[in-house]
């Protein structure tokens, strides 16, 4: 449960930490209601940004 995430880890110590578990946190939980892997989809989400990120620069640098 994130209160325990939370204790453990001494709380957030920003607003950045803070919105950054919130966001982890509702991941986690969509993939646990879609009886997924969390981690699994986590990663997977975080890979498909990155290859984002690059083709859309690599597009910008066509365009340019």
């Known amino acids: 449960p994130p209160?325990?995430?939370?204790k453990i880890s001494h709380q957030n110590r920003?607003?950045?930490a803070a919105r950054a578990?919130?966001?982890l946190?509702?991941?986690f939980q969509t993939a646990k209601?879609?009886?997924e892997n969390p981690v699994e989809s986590v990663i997977?989400?975080?890979r498909r940004?990155?290859?984002q990120k690059y083709t859309d620069k690599a597009?910008?640098?066509?365009a340019a």
């Open 3 to 6: 209160v325990i995430i939370r």
């Open 33 to 35: 209601l879609r009886k």
């Open 59 to 62: 597009q910008d640098k066509k």
């Open 14 to 16: 920003s607003q950045e």
């Open 21 to 23: 578990q919130a966001i």
């Open 49 to 51: 940004a990155i290859e």
């Open 44 to 46: 997977a989400l975080a």
């Open 25 to 27: 946190m509702s991941l």
